[in-house]
Nanobody
Framework: QVQLVESGGGLVQAGDSLKLSCAAS????????MGWFRQAPGKEREFLCA????????YCSDSAKGRFTISRDNAKNTLYLQMNSLKLEDTAVYYC????????????????WGQGTLVTVSS
């Protein structure tokens, strides 16, 4: 069973950048597609970005495109989310998730989640 642990959240000001990490345990963690979600207070969980196991292909939602970049370092079993030009509305708990598949991303086929890391953007 793969376990995921997010880190890198914190309190930042609007316009700042922040890079989140998701460390995956288990030697096979790098064999799966992985992605990021977030959940703001009072809102549903929102998909941000995903990448296949090699990291050579990524996909981001419209709300993430242009400001957020997903990447991974399989040697370190770590997934990243670089967030730039942060806005107040980016305040949320950010989660990473693992797919059952190596190169496919289906929301119905996610079998591991981290506990989340809180990002708070202030004015």
């Amino acid at each position: 069973q793969v376990q995921l642990v997010e880190s890198g959240g914190g309190l930042v000001q609007a316009g700042d950048s922040l890079k989140l990490s998701c460390a995956a345990s288990g030697r096979t963690a790098s064999s799966y597609a992985m992605g990021w979600f977030r959940q703001a207070p009072g809102k549903e969980r929102e998909f941000l970005c995903a990448t296949i196991k090699s990291g050579s292909s990524t996909y981001c939602s419209d709300s993430a495109k242009g400001r957020f970049t997903i990447s991974r370092d399989n040697a370190k079993n770590t997934l990243y989310l670089q967030m730039n030009s942060l806005k107040l509305e980016d305040t949320a708990v950010y989660y990473c998730a693992k797919s059952l598949y190596d190169s496919q991303w289906y929301f119905e086929a996610l079998d591991a989640w981290g506990q989340g890391t809180l990002v708070t953007v202030s004015s």
